[in-house]
């Protein structure tokens, strides 16, 4: 969601500045993504005039110019068709940066064809305030002084937030409900003047019919005798800044009021439209949309149909045979409430992303179908001119939100926040609510904030307003008697290890604790009892008697995939039967040997390395390796010859490493 610092300022009367209103709305809870500020990127460019202007010596399609600017008279050489003595133009001094072509000047003056030149005179496109780039950018002189900064000169100052909207609160997705939240914070005083109805000259002889509960409400107004073309400049400029492109008056109203009230509206040209107007489930149904693209509505979605077929997808998009032109004279204005799983649902399977689905699968306004229909009457009344009618409301408008009860002492239990009544109250009313005071309070539920229904809803509004960052940092009380550790020996003892091995290059991985039975047999397992009753695949149909079996698995499986060399260990049960005892947490680790060269030569991976690695887990867990003795391994799938065991006397096996027998590869 964007907006620009003025158009905030069109709800919220404040003199803060940009970085201010960054600030509340972060403390406010607002996610901030980014403040993009045009008078930054073009803070060295400012209006010089051109006193004159003489032919190249040397070059027909050259220009010299002298320069009245910020900096002194200055000789520039310019190859623009329009440079000429009299206007005004936009100046960049040596050493500026120019963003359209990405390059920055000299810092010293050059010689252009053997005559020196000093800064240059930029296009809009150069300045990336436009696509022309045959001339240079030129004004009035009389009403741009030497030396006035560019982005004053083209009323560019004028930054543009950013910000990220969770999916609870879709009334932010309008500017005038962030100044509601920011006025209530202390920034300054919300503007929300009062939508005046405007008189219907005519009955509205359009006739509108709703056969799906996804849609419960739908307002309609004809609008007679308007004249659609360019929208005016302020509104233009202010759909440009937050990057959307005009297109034409009609289209423009909808784009602002959708951004500016969180209201979705649609226009429909009254002469396109075949008869009554319906909407109801689609019927496997095309047509071609306003985004150049084909869709079929199906039973599960929203299709606003005539007689002729689907005009469009309510809440989505609109369709192209009813879309309004430079020819449109009269328009059927459209403000309704659409189910937001619907919408959801539907854009997520046809694959389309808009600014009405963006809103109405988060839930927009149900109080504001009326009041947008008035919005959009009054601007267009006021841009393209015609004669409205009367409003006409087919469904029935959802009811309000239920009234929370409110206890204000929940406010403190939960938060530790110590606020006096009237403070709550006043924060409450600041962002909309209805306040009745007792022993315990009602609040009445504004229509655009259906996300509160509790109590403890309201205290993360008190809090949230009043300030997280006031929030006093309270410790726990202790709890009585002894305390015992966190983590137990074992847990430390295997934390230890798994850092040592990691410090070793073996990577931690994370397995099945179930493996094929006939690989539990190559491992001392395949015990009956210790078969699954449910297995989850038939690869996975026995309880495991070593960790290594997944382990080597994996290392073959990244072989087989391009990554060869694998090392991986884990730290987890083994199983030698049911009973408990028969259970053992194990860490098992494997280094895969692959046959290859590397000039630069390299230490061979061995039985040896697999014990430094053995060594390296005890000893972090506080083993004594060095009075340990080197015996035989335990277990048939070893390699006799070229593995072995660690052991704390004959009997207390603590590791075994070394090459798998060859045998068990091969069988697995």
Not at 424 to 443: C, E, P, S
Not at 555 to 573: N, T, V
């Amino acid at each position: 969601m964007k907006f620009t610092l003025s158009w905030l300022k069109r709800h919220l009367k404040t003199d803060a500045t940009i970085d201010e209103v960054a600030e509340a709305m972060t403390l406010a809870g607002l996610e901030v993504e980014e403040i993009i500020d045009p008078s930054k990127a073009l803070s060295a460019f400012t209006i010089a005039h051109i006193v004159s202007a003489e032919k190249h010596p040397d070059a027909d399609k050259l220009q010299v110019c002298q320069v009245e600017t910020v900096d002194g008279p200055k000789q520039i050489v310019c190859g623009a068709p329009n440079a000429r003595a009299g206007i005004a133009v936009a100046y960049a001094p040596l050493g500026a940066y120019i963003p359209g072509p990405d390059f920055a000047l000299d810092k010293k003056p050059r010689k252009i064809r053997g005559v020196e030149s000093s800064g240059m005179m930029c296009s809009t496109k150069e300045l990336e305030l436009g696509e022309d780039h045959d001339g240079i950018f030129e004004a009035d002189p009389a009403n741009h002084p030497i030396g006035q900064p560019i982005v004053d000169a083209l009323d560019m100052n004028d930054p543009v937030i950013d910000f990220e909207v969770t999916p609870n609160r879709p009334d932010w997705l309008g500017v005038n409900s962030i100044a509601r939240d920011l006025a209530a914070v202390g920034l300054g005083e919300f503007i929300s003047p009062e939508i005046k109805p405007v008189a219907g000259t005519f009955p509205c002889e359009q006739k509108i019919e709703i056969s799906t509960d996804a849609c419960p409400a739908f307002a309609g107004r004809v609008v007679r005798g308007v004249k659609n073309g360019p929208s005016p400049q302020w509104l233009q400029d202010r759909l440009k800044a937050i990057g959307l492109r005009p297109i034409s008056a009609l289209v423009d109203i909808t784009n602002f009021i959708t951004y500016d009230r969180a209201r979705p509206l649609h226009f429909y040209d009254l002469a396109k439209v075949k008869g009554g107007i319906s909407v109801r489930g689609g019927q496997d149904e095309s047509f071609a949309a306003l985004d150049d693209k084909t869709y079929i509505a199906s039973a599960d979605d929203v299709a606003i149909c005539d007689e002729s077929g689907i005009l469009g997808l309510g809440g989505i998009v609109g369709g192209e045979s009813t879309g309004v032109d430079e020819n449109t004279t009269d328009i059927l204005i459209e403000s309704a409430y659409f189910d937001p799983l619907t919408i959801r649902r539907t854009a997520k399977r046809l694959g389309v992303n808009s600014d009405a689905k963006y809103r109405f699968e988060r839930g927009v306004d149900t109080g504001g179908l009326v009041v947008g229909v008035e919005l959009a009457t009054k601007m267009v009344l006021d841009i393209c001119g015609g004669e409205a009618s009367e409003i006409v409301i087919a469904g029935e408008i959802p009811a309000a939100p239920s009234p929370v009860k409110f206890a204000p002492e929940l406010n403190k239990r939960l938060t530790g926040l110590d606020l006096s009544d009237d403070t709550m109250a006043k924060i409450l009313t600041d962002l909309g609510f209805g306040v009745t005071r007792g022993d315990v309070w009602t609040i009445d539920v504004p229509s655009f904030r259906r996300d509160v229904t509790e109590g403890p809803d309201l205290v993360e509004e008190i809090a949230r307003i009043h300030g997280y960052h006031n929030l006093d940092a309270v410790s726990l009380p202790p709890l009585p008697g002894r305390r015992e550790p966190t983590a137990t020996v074992t847990q430390n003892r295997t934390r230890l290890a798994r850092r040592a091995l990691a410090l070793n290059g073996v990577s931690e991985a994370i397995s099945w604790s179930f493996v094929l039975k006939a690989h539990a047999d190559l491992f001392g397992g395949g015990q009956d009892a210790l078969a699954l009753d449910n297995p989850i695949s038939e690869d996975l149909n026995w309880m495991r008697p070593s960790a290594l079996i997944h382990l080597l698995l994996s290392g073959q499986r990244s072989a087989d995939r391009g990554y060869p060399g694998a090392a991986l260990f884990q730290l987890g049960p083994v199983f030698g039967g049911t009973e408990p005892k028969e259970q053992r947490l194990t860490l098992a680790g494997m280094r895969r040997v692959e046959d290859g060269r590397d000039w630069a030569g390299f230490e061979p991976t061995t039985a040896l390395t697999a014990k430094a690695d053995a060594q390296a887990a005890l000893a972090a867990m506080g083993a004594p390796v060095d009075n340990l003795q080197v015996m035989e391994a335990v277990g048939t799938y070893w390699h006799p010859g070229r593995s072995g065991s660690l052991r704390l006397g004959p009997k207390n096996v603590l590791a075994s490493f070394g090459e798998i027998h060859p045998r068990v590869l091969r069988e697995m």
